[in-house]
Nanobody
């Protein structure tokens, strides 16, 4: 599967953005999907993951209640709705796919990655 992330940009603190991750080559319904992010000077970290059906979704504590991960199987696209953005959310955001039925917060357990999209939140 090939993944293409988009939707990043510059937003003021408190604002919202929706990231998209368009998949091609295979249906996202066959993968556990995840979002990760890497802030400047920091290691890439887990943001969210969902089961292949999208019914169960898990979030990092830092984004819980503000971010919502969803998928549209018909469009073969994954989304990350980000609300109440904070300057510390500034990072390059990556979508990833895991060829397994088991969700994971570990980036090393994902098999396919998108190229990343930059989100900048100004204070």
């Amino acid at each position: 599967v090939q993944l293409q992330a988009s939707g990043g940009g510059l937003v003021a603190a408190g604002g919202s953005l929706r990231l998209s991750c368009a998949a091609s080559g295979r249906s996202i319904s066959t993968y556990v999907m995840g979002w990760f992010r890497q802030a400047p000077g920091k290691e890439r970290e887990f943001v969210s993951t969902s089961t292949r059906t999208g019914v169960i979704t898990m979030y990092a504590d830092s984004v819980k209640g503000r971010f919502t991960m969803s998928r549209d199987v018909a469009k073969n696209t994954l989304y990350l709705q980000m609300n109440s953005l904070k300057p510390e959310d500034t990072a390059v955001y990556y979508c990833a796919a895991r060829a397994s039925a088991v969700t994971s917060r570990q980036q090393t357990e994902y098999d396919y990655w998108g190229q990343g999209t930059l989100v900048t939140v100004s204070s």
